[in-house]
């Protein structure tokens, strides 16, 4: 055979091996192919293709593992148990930029599935390499290393641990400043991360002067930028006081409550958790809320949003409304009661109504006037049969039973009480008694003492609330 003909078999030998990894990266992308592929023993017959002597078919060959690996926790586990991770390791660390972003994929498509993969990520040494790939020139190597630490890091807290231990957050930090907005997204994304498990990580974070580079971004034109710096400053804010007051310090007011009226829905979300968290903590707090407009701004973005984008809104008014009875009244004068029970009314998800039910109870158990303000939205019978309904979830049914309780025990508006004198079980009907004696008890005893013991006939008509029946075969 001439040198030719030699050499034909192996150009051959290497058109078939681009072809099988371009083959089976591509069929990687469907569904539908998984199962047959893994039953093929595509693994095994990928992972020496990682070392192959042209590049093109390494960074393909890795290309594929990490669709597989993303797929299900079954195929990346495939992968840590056959070896591949060290060889992605060894590689990540000398080849090109697009063998690293390939690499990193796999690496992130095995972490992100549970926690005993991402520590087996860990344990073969991917983190050292990963933050060194932080480092990298290529936006597109930094933007796929710090996915997979972010990946690894919001499974708990020992992992985010090991990649703080790691030098990680530095790197982050200095990757949200730079140009690439994808690159922004991720590195954000991968702090909230962080920042998510505890207060020491959170403070990590901080130390790090990642506080002012965040809020400076805040009215970014990406919205998805966006909505994972507000989660970033959330999850940092909802540790302590202290974490809380440093977001606050980086004048994060009144910008954020621009994001209340973002189009995308997501943003206003974040924006109302980040709001929460903040004004849970103390009535300092809450106040800066209110002075900020936030309570009002919350009202409006709870009432153009439905579902789960509601749920932190609805839990922000009732961290407010719990501080103290002037906060509870600005969350009335902003108008959040009507809100609030039309959420109670029109929310098919039992803990969306179980939220607004608990906020209601806050607003209205502080005084009588608190109260009928919660009474007169006819916020009363609904949460009655909420609490009465056997299709309403146990939290649910909790919470509208304490909301009612926490209302009646204030309320002094009888014609909202009215109803329960005939429709409410015995252990609530005890609390709407028991108002109605404070309410006409007084008044009958002075009314009888200026008239000489004798009793008015309007009277009569209140003696019909207690011995007309069915009230007395429920006492």
């Known amino acids: 055979m001439s040198q030719r003909q030699v050499l034909q078999v192996f150009e051959q030998y290497q058109k078939a091996r681009t072809q099988f990894v371009q083959m089976v990266a591509e069929l990687a992308t469907r569904p539908q192919n998984i199962e047959t592929l893994q039953n093929a023993g595509v693994m095994s017959l990928l992972r020496p293709l ?65 926690p005993q993969l991402a520590q087996a990520i860990v344990d073969c040494g991917a983190l050292d390499t990963l933050v060194i790939c932080l480092e990298d020139f290529d936006p597109g190597v930094k933007e796929a290393a710090a996915w997979a630490l972010g990946y690894i890091a919001r499974h708990n807290t020992e992992l985010s641990q090991a990649v703080v231990d790691a030098g990680a957050i530095p790197l982050l930090v200095l990757c949200i400043q730079e140009p690439e907005i994808a690159l922004k997204r991720i590195a954000a994304s991968a702090l909230s991360d962080i920042s998510k498990h505890s207060p020491e990580l959170a403070q990590t974070v901080v130390d790090a002067g990642a506080i002012a580079h965040l809020a400076q971004m805040i009215l970014n034109p990406d919205a998805k930028l966006k909505r994972q710096v507000l989660s970033a400053l959330s999850q940092i804010a909802k540790h302590s006081v202290d974490l809380a007051e440093m977001v606050v310090e980086a004048e994060i007011f009144p910008v954020v409550l621009t994001c209340l009226k973002d189009k995308d829905e997501y943003v206003k979300k974040n924006a109302c958790t980040l709001i929460r968290e903040i004004a849970k903590h103390t009535p300092e707090l809450s106040q800066l809320v209110v002075n900020a407009g936030g ?9 153009s949003c439905k579902g789960n984008i509601r749920l932190p809104g609805i839990m922000m008014l009732g961290y407010v409304a719990a501080h103290s ?50 009474a007169v939205t006819n916020t009363l019978p609904v949460l009655l049969s909420l609490y009465m309904s056997p299709e309403s979830s146990e939290d649910l049914q909790v919470k509208s039973k304490k909301a009612i309780k926490n209302i009646l025990q204030k309320c002094t508006y009888l014609p909202a009480l009215e109803p329960f004198l005939y429709d409410a079980p015995p252990n609530i009907l005890k609390h709407v008694v028991g108002q109605f004696s404070k309410v006409l008890l007084p008044w009958i005893l002075g009314y009888t003492s200026a008239e000489g013991g004798q009793l008015p006939a309007t009277y009569q008509l209140s003696k019909a609330y207690f011995y007309t029946p069915p009230f007395p075969r429920r006492v």
């Not at 309570?295 to 009432?303: E, L, P």
């Not at 509870?328 to 607004?356: F, N, R, T, W, Y």
């Open 295 to 303: 309570v009002a701004a919350v009202t409006d973005c709870i009432g």
């Open 325 to 374: 009875e002037n906060l509870a009244m600005a969350v009335i004068i902003s108008k959040g009661v009507p809100q609030l029970s039309i959420c109670l009314s029109e929310e098919p998800e039992d803990h969306i109504k179980a939220a607004a039910a608990w906020a209601l109870g806050q607003l209205g158990r502080h005084t009588p006037e608190h109260a009928r303000a919660v």
């Open 50 to 114: 990682l070392l192959d002597v042209v590049p093109t078919i390494q960074q393909t060959a890795a290309l594929a593992l990490g669709r597989l690996a993303n797929y299900n926790d079954d195929l990346a586990e495939a992968v840590v148990k056959g070896d591949i991770l060290p060889q992605l390791v060894y590689s990540l660390a000398e080849q090109n930029r697009f063998y690293k972003k390939a690499a990193a994929f796999v690496l992130r498509a095995v972490g992100k599935h549970s």
